[in-house]
């Protein structure tokens, strides 16, 4: 996983999901109200970053097609992209600049009582509708607020990527980082078996629905262990 521009990864990564009580701390520990706002509606989406705020143009290294069929056979070199490009293992890609979210991508819905969210995908990802955030969760005002201030055609928030990772860092006392709250929202729902894959690609934006595997596997499978574990043990509890 990628880090803060300027440095390659973060110090410590999120192993576990970020409790109510910790966002409530967080939010509480920042004063300012754009502020405050982004930590809620990044603790309630999950959403990149780059959605959020949009980001500059890109020009990365991508796996070419040799790259891809080696990897697939298991002899991909592990430093495939600081290889000369000669060996074509790699090709330049040119990423366009991204918008992020502006005041018309935000609408009340008064007959679901729904704030309807246009987060548009990066990363070749797709929704096929706006994200629904009701408008009862604790903290939603704060977003509300900063949507109504924003002028029509406006970013919402006018932050840099640099800047949201400063505002995160600062405000979690060095913690946590922004992928952190993607990490977490994604774990919680593949704990919950009521939500499908599907669910989970039209909210996270995933270009494919396999990258929720990363976080259904462990989750589910670590719940049916622990099932597992515990019956063996009653089933050989003597009785007295």
Do not use: C
């Not at 796996?63 to 430093?79: F, N, Y």
Request: hydrophobic letters at 35%; aromatic letters at 10%.
């Amino acid at each position: 996983m990628r880090g803060r521009p300027g440095q390659s990864r973060y110090k410590t990564k999120r192993s576990t999901p970020i409790p109510f009580k910790e966002f409530v701390e967080i939010i509480e520990n920042t004063e300012d109200l754009e502020e405050k706002s982004l930590l809620a509606f990044l603790f309630y989406t999950g959403a990149r970053v780059s959605e959020i705020v949009g980001d500059s143009a890109k020009r990365y290294k991508k796996l070419s097609q040799k790259g891809r069929a080696l990897k697939e056979k298991g002899i991909l070199p592990r430093d495939w992209i600081k290889r000369p490009e000669h060996e074509g293992l790699w090709i330049w890609v040119e990423r366009p600049p991204i918008k992020g979210l502006t005041k018309e991508d935000f609408e009340i819905d008064k007959t679901k009582n729904v704030l309807n969210v246009n987060l548009k995908p990066v990363k070749r990802g797709r929704r096929i509708a706006p994200l629904e955030l009701p408008l009862d969760l604790p903290y939603m005002d704060l977003i509300l607020k900063q949507w109504r201030k924003t002028k029509k055609g406006e970013k919402i928030w006018r932050f840099s990527p640099w800047q949201v990772w400063d505002i995160v860092k600062r405000a979690s006392n060095g913690r946590l980082y922004p992928h952190a709250f993607r990490f977490s929202k994604a774990t919680l729902f593949a704990r919950d078996p009521n939500i499908a894959v599907s669910d989970m690609q039209y909210w996270f934006g995933w270009a494919r629905a396999s990258t929720a595997d990363r976080y259904i596997l462990p989750a589910r499978g670590s719940e049916k262990i622990i099932r597992a574990l515990k019956r063996e043990i009653q089933q050989n509890i003597p009785l007295e």
